[in-house]
């Protein structure tokens, strides 16, 4: 069982920045694809933004690329995603995600392990 831990969500401003953490186990971080979901109250979960295991690469989503980094730290076992220009549309539950065993770490749609969700609301 993959374990993620989100925190960092909160109320923000419009135009402020936020940034969320997610912990993982060191295997888990060490070998798998990691990644950035959100799901707004009527909607679909959409992919933010994934992050390769050597941390080298990164992909976004084309809503977020320019505002929002995912980055990793080696030492916590722990990648982290920079919000930046927040706007109320970016409201929404956001998820740690985790696939292991993948080519690419790009197809938002293979992703199957789960953090419980951190909660981000941005108010104009």
Excluded at 49 to 77: E, W
Excluded at 82 to 97: G, I
């Amino acid at each position: 069982q993959v374990q993620l831990v989100e925190s960092g969500g909160g109320s923000v401003q419009a135009g402020g920045s936020l940034k969320l953490s997610c912990a993982a186990a060191r295997d888990t971080f060490v070998y798998s694809c990691m990644g950035w979901f959100r799901q707004a109250p009527g909607k679909e979960r959409e992919g933010v933004g994934t992050i390769y295991p050597n941390g080298g690469s990164t992909f976004y989503a084309d809503s977020v690329r320019g505002r929002f980094t995912i980055s990793r730290d080696s030492a916590k076992n722990e990648i982290y995603l920079q919000m930046n220009n927040l706007s109320p549309e970016d409201s929404a539950m956001y998820y740690c995600a985790a696939l292991s065993g993948a080519w690419t770490c790009s197809e938002f749609a293979r992703y199957n392990n789960w953090g419980q969700g951190t909660q981000v609301t941005v108010v104009s």
